[in-house]
C-alpha cells in the first residue's frame, strides 16, 4: 500500500497546551469496525486498524529494533505489566504509532501530533484538499482497475496549505539524494504498513524568490524502501509489503494484541508526512546591503526540476495549529518546544510567521543571518538561523535558549525584543527592533579619528614583555591571563578605590568578584563621599 498525507511542519503559530486522547487500552474487540468495513486504500490513516486486521488474517512482522523506546508507549504498558520488547512485531508497530511516533532511518522514534481536530484515522490528506492547493498529479493504475494518485509538482509552500499534522526534527543523511514520492494514495488493501520517516529534499529555480529554493518535506512511507516508487514513476502491481522475520504466535497473544492495538484516536500523524522547510539559498546573497551594519545584539553572526503553480500562503496552519501536546517526548526538538511554548518570558510573543515580510539580508554569520523585515507597518530585525543548510536539533535548541534570554532582558539600552515566529523549527526566527544606524562597533570604526577618548587609552597588556624584551603574542598573554600569571598594570596616578575595585573585578576566581549590585554600591557610596568632601 502506497499512502502519503501532507504534513505541516513543528510548531505553527500560537500554539496552545493540547489535550490528546488515545483509544483505551481495555477497548475490546467489539470498538473495532469489521474487515468488509474497513479497507485501507489510502483514505484513510488508521495503521493501527490496519495492522490489527493483518494480525487477524495470519501475517506475523520482524520484531522492532529502536535505538530507545518513547517513555510513553512504556508507562502505557506499564499498566499491564507488558514490556514493548516482548510483544509481537506488529503489535510493536501498531502501540508506537498510536502513541504518536513513527520511525526515522537510524531507527529512532520520532514524536509526531495532529493539527487542530484531526485524529490518527483521517490524518490522510484527500486527493481534493492536495488539488486545491494546486498540486498536480500522477495517476497510475493498479490491478484491481483502481486509479492510484501521487503528487508530481508541488512545491513546499502548496503542499504546505493541505497539511494536517506536525512532526518532530530528526536526521536523514540520504535526504538529498531521496528522490521517492511524497504523497500518495491506491495501493494493495491487504498489505501490513511500516512506519519509515524519510526526508525529501529538492532544490528548484523560483525566479520570483529570487533564484534556486530549496525545500525539504518529511514523509512516512508504508512500504520497504525496496519498493518505494521513484518520483513520476508509476509502481509495477501493488507496493505490498512482506516482511522478512516471522514472530512466533503464542496462545496469549491475542489477548495482548487487543490491549494495544486498539488504540488510534487522537495522537499521531499519518501516512506520508511532511515537514517543510523553506531555504532560499541565492536571495540574500543578491540583496543589496543599504544600512550601515547590524547591532552586535542581532548576531554575534540533482533534482528534478518543478513545476511552480500559482498559489496564496494563507493563514490557515496557524488557526489549525491551535494546540500542541504538553507530553513532549522526541530525538530532537523537545526542549526547544518546551522553550518556546512553556516559557514564562515567551507568553504572548508569538508572531504568526506570516505577519513578516522579509525585504533585505543585512548580516550573515556562520550559523546564521540578520533580515530587515515589515511587521505591523513597522521596520524590525529578524535574526533566525542560516536556511541554506540543514540545522541539527541542538543548534535549534541553542536558538531558542537564545530567544528566551533575550526576551527576559528588558531595559532602555538594550535593543527591545518583539517576538518569536516559525513555520518549522528549523525556520525559528527571532524579531527585534531595528536600529537603521548599524551597530556602535562600526560606528567607532568609522568615525573614531572623531572621538577624543581613544587617545588616552592604553593596551590593558602593553607593558608585558618576553624575556628577551619584546611583545608577546597574543596566545601567550591569553595564557598567562587563564593562568593568573598577567593581570592589567593601573597607572601610578590611578585613584586608590578605583584600582582596588579594578583588582576585585580582575580576581582569578570568580566568586572573588563583586557582583553588579555590589559595584553598584560601592560607585554610589564613592559618589557620596566625594560630594560631602566638596561641600
Known amino acids: 500500500m502506497r499512502l502519503s498525507v501532507l504534513i505541516g511542519s513543528m510548531g505553527w503559530g500560537l500554539a496552545q497546551s493540547q489535550t490528546i486522547t488515545f483509544r483505551s487500552l481495555e477497548a475490546s474487540s467489539g470498538s ?17 486498524q490496519q495492522l490489527y486486521n493483518r494480525h487477524k488474517a495470519g501475517d506475523t512482522g520482524a520484531a522492532l529494533d529502536l535505538t530507545s523506546v518513547p517513555a510513553a508507549v512504556t508507562k502505557r504498558l506499564n499498566r499491564f505489566n507488558i514490556r514493548f520488547n516482548d510483544l509481537p512485531g506488529l503489535v510493536q508497530r501498531a502501540v508506537l504509532w498510536d502513541s504518536g511516533f513513527a520511525i526515522s532511518p537510524d531507527n529512532d522514534p520520532v514524536q509526531i501530533w495532529p493539527m487542530g481536530d484531526h485524529s490518527m484515522a483521517d490524518i490522510a490528506i484527500p486527493k481534493a484538499d492536495v488539488a486545491n492547493v ?9 490491478l484491481n482497475d483502481e486509479t492510484a494518485y501521487s503528487t508530481k509538482f508541488c512545491t513546499g509552500y502548496q503542499i504546505l496549505n493541505a497539511s494536517r499534522c506536525v512532526v ?5 543523511a540520504g535526504a538529498g539524494s531521496f528522490l521517492g514520492t511524497m ?7 491487504d498489505m501490513t504498513p511500516e512506519l ?6 529538492w532544490t528548484q529555480d523560483i525566479k520570483e524568490f529570487g533564484g534556486n529554493v530549496t525545500f525539504s518535506v518529511y514523509a512516512v512511507h508504508t512500504v520497504p524502501s525496496g519498493e518505494d516508487p521513484a518520483w513520476d514513476v508509476c509502481p509495477s502491481g501493488y507496493g505490498a509489503l512482506t516482511l522478512e522475520d516471522e514472530f512466533a504466535q503464542s496462545s496469549g497473544f491475542n489477548k495482548l494484541l487487543l490491549l494495544p492495538i486498539l488504540l488510534s484516536v487522537v495522537a499521531v500523524l499519518a501516512l506520508g508526512w511532511f515537514f517543510w522547510r523553506l531555504r532560499a539559498k541565492k536571495l540574500a546573497e543578491k540583496l543589496t546591503y543599504e544600512y550601515g551594519g547590524v547591532s552586535p545584539h542581532y548576531w554575534s553572526g540533482d533534482t528534478p526540476d518543478m513545476v511552480v503553480r500559482p498559489m496564496v500562503v494563507t493563514s490557515q496552519l496557524t488557526s489549525q495549529f491551535s494546540t500542541l501536546s504538553s507530553h513532549y517526548e522526541s530525538v530532537g526538538s523537545n526542549q526547544t518546544l518546551k522553550i518556546l511554548l512553556g516559557s514564562e518570558h515567551l507568553q504572548g510573543r508569538h508572531i504568526p510567521f506570516e505577519s513578516l515580510v522579509f525585504e533585505k539580508a543585512i548580516s550573515k554569520g556562520a550559523s546564521g543571518e540578520v533580515w530587515i523585515c515589515e511587521y505591523n507597518g513597522h521596520k524590525v530585525a529578524a535574526k533566525r538561523l542560516l536556511q541554506t543548510k540543514h540545522q541539527r536539533a541542538h543548534n535549534v535548541q541553542a536558538f531558542a535558549e537564545e ?5 527576559s532582558l528588558t531595559h ?21 527592533e531595528l536600529l537603521p544606524m548599524g551597530s556602535l562597533q562600526q560606528y567607532l570604526r568609522e568615525n573614531g579619528e572623531f572621538l577624543s577618548w581613544s587617545n588616552g587609552k592604553i593596551a590593558p597588556y602593553a607593558d608585558a614583555v618576553t624575556e628577551n624584551g619584546g611583545m608577546p603574542k597574543p596566545f601567550y598573554v591569553l595564557q598567562d591571563v587563564m593562568a593568573g600569571r598577567l593581570r592589567p598594570s593601573f597607572s601610578k596616578d590611578c585613584p586608590p578605590w578605583i584600582k582596588r575595585i579594578g583588582l576585585a573585578c580582575l580576581a582569578l576566581d570568580p566568586r572573588n568578584r563583586p557582583t553588579a549590585h555590589e559595584l553598584v554600591q560601592e560607585l554610589q557610596d564613592r559618589g557620596g563621599k566625594e560630594a560631602a568632601e566638596c561641600i
Do not use: K, Y
Open 196 to 201: 519509515r520517516l524519510r526526508d525529501h529534499t
Open 134 to 142: 494546486d498540486c498536480t498529479f500522477l495517476n497510475c493504475s493498479q
Open 403 to 407: 530567544i528566551e534570554l533575550s526576551a
Open 412 to 432: 532602555p539600552n538594550i535593543v527591545e525584543f518583539i517576538g518569536v515566529a516559525w513555520n518549522t523549527l528549523n525556520n525559528l526566527v527571532m524579531v527585534m
Open 183 to 189: 504523497w500518495s494514495t491506491g495501493g494493495d488493501p
Open 32 to 48: 473495532l469496525p469489521t474487515n468488509s468495513s474497513f479497507v485501507f486504500d489510502g483514505t484513510n490513516s488508521d495503521i493501527a
Open 168 to 172: 518532530d526534527v530528526f536526521e536523514d
